[in-house]
């Protein structure tokens, strides 16, 4: 949640299926999400949108930029100062246990990079 909360700029998070699960079904992520949208920070999410997920991923859709990708796999977060990605696969409505975070900038320059290269392959959700 302290990433969330310190992100000022933009929030870009890569995920596979499970996770609108975890953002929009555990409160305490769902909350820090909704207040980007009210601090006017850039958010855009994209995930393999699913039709055991698609009820989350309409809720995304109201706070942020949503884009679909077939077969996404691993999750990953970059704010303007930080990637954070969880390092063990999470349950359907629950958070990793572990998470790997970094503030190294050739880090996060990179992983922005991959971020923007799916984000560029991907379809709006409106579009699936």
């Not at 998070?13 to 975890?22: E, G, H, L, N, Q």
């Not at 820090?32 to 995304?60: A, H, M, P, W």
């Not at 859709?61 to 990605?85: C, P, V």
Request: aromatic share 12%.
């Amino acid at each position: 949640m302290k990433f969330l909360n310190n992100s000022e700029v933009s929030m870009n998070i890569c995920a596979d299926y499970t996770w609108p699960s975890v953002a929009m079904g555990v409160e305490v992520f769902k909350k820090g999400l909704y207040e980007l949208k009210t601090r006017n920070v850039q958010s855009r999410f994209v995930t393999d949108i699913t039709k055991d997920n698609i009820e989350y991923c309409k809720e995304l859709m109201q706070i942020s930029e949503l884009r679909h990708l077939d077969g996404i796999k691993g999750n990953f977060y970059i704010s303007e100062t930080g990637y954070l990605a969880p390092a063990t696969y999470h349950e359907k409505g629950e958070p990793a246990s572990q998470i790997i975070y970094s503030n190294v900038k050739e880090l996060i320059n990179h992983q922005r990079y991959v971020f923007d290269t799916f984000w560029d392959k991907a379809i709006a959700a409106e579009l699936r």
